[in-house]
Nanobody
Framework: EVQLVESGGGLVQPGGSLRLSCAAS??????????MSWVRQAPGKGLEWLSV????????TYTDSVKGRFTISRDNAKNTLYLQMNSLKLEDTAVYYC???????????WGQGTQVTVSS
């Protein structure tokens, strides 16, 4: 079973930055076998996919609402996924989840989420 644990959320002012991390582990699990995504859920809204990175980190894709502000990356030696978030806006307030699976768009495994609140 794959375990994904997010961290790094918190309260930040508009225009500020945060870096989220997602630590991956599991018996028999190889992080490099997983393509990873970030997904968020704002209060009262549905899930919004944000970004995906392939297993070796060579390919990334973003939804338009975060393109140019957020950067997804991974450190396969540390079994960790990251999301660098800059120029944060009020509408970025949400619970942020990491998720991944064996294919590029697979969301087979999910973390428990980390809260990001953007407020002045």
């Amino acid at each position: 079973e794959v375990q994904l644990v997010e961290s790094g959320g918190g309260l930040v002012q508009p225009g500020g930055s945060l870096r989220l991390s997602c630590a991956a582990s599991g018996s028999g699990f190889t992080f490099t076998s997983y393509n990873m995504s970030w997904v968020r859920q704002a209060p009262g809204k549905g899930l919004e996919w944000l970004s995906v990175i392939d297993s070796d980190g060579g390919t990334t894709t973003y939804t338009d609402s975060v393109k140019g502000r957020f950067t997804i990356s991974r450190d396969n030696a540390k079994n960790t996924l990251y999301l660098q978030m800059n120029s944060l806006k009020l509408e970025d307030t949400a619970v942020y989840y990491c998720a991944g699976g064996p294919t590029l768009w697979s969301l087979r495994s999910w973390g428990q989420g980390t809260q990001v609140t953007v407020s002045s």
